[in-house]
Nanobody, 126 residues
Framework: QLQAFGGGLVQAGGSLRLSCAASAVSEGTFSDYRMGWFRQAPGKEREFVATITWGGGSTMYTDSVKGRATISRDNAKKTIYLHMNSLKPEDTAIYYC??????????????????WGQGTLVTVSS
């Protein structure tokens, strides 16, 4: 199971760090998988935000957050993070983490992910 937390209400220009912790899984299993963050704004489809390889050596971001977001992971804590700064009202969404279980699918596509965690709401006020 994955649990995302760290969301909240923040003013435009502010920053947040989201966390996603895995439970009921060993550290070894957790560290085997690429992980990702997605978000879903009201009335919109869930979209890709960022992904990180199992060892943390490679990351990818959607264009709208490049330069403002950093994804990282601590395998010993079975946790991934998403630090976002210079937040904009359009970043308002529920943020979800998930496991990239199908390596044949592009890691920016939600279809390759499973074990979606309970999301955390980020609200950015203007």
């Amino acid at each position: 199971q994955l649990q995302a937390f760290g969301g909240g209400l923040v003013q435009a220009g502010g920053s947040l760090r989201l966390s996603c912790a895995a439970s009921a899984v060993s550290e070894g299993t957790f560290s085997d998988y690429r992980m990702g963050w997605f978000r879903q704004a009201p009335g919109k489809e869930r979209e890709f935000v960022a992904t990180i390889t199992w060892g943390g050596g490679s990351t990818m971001y959607t264009d709208s957050v490049k330069g403002r977001a950093t994804i990282s992971r601590d395998n010993a804590k079975k946790t991934i993070y998403l630090h976002m700064n210079s937040l904009k009202p359009e970043d308002t969404a529920i943020y979800y983490c998930a496991v990239h279980v199908n390596p044949t699918i592009n890691p920016t596509m939600r279809q390759g992910y499973a074990y979606w965690g309970q999301g955390t709401l980020v609200t950015v006020s203007s």
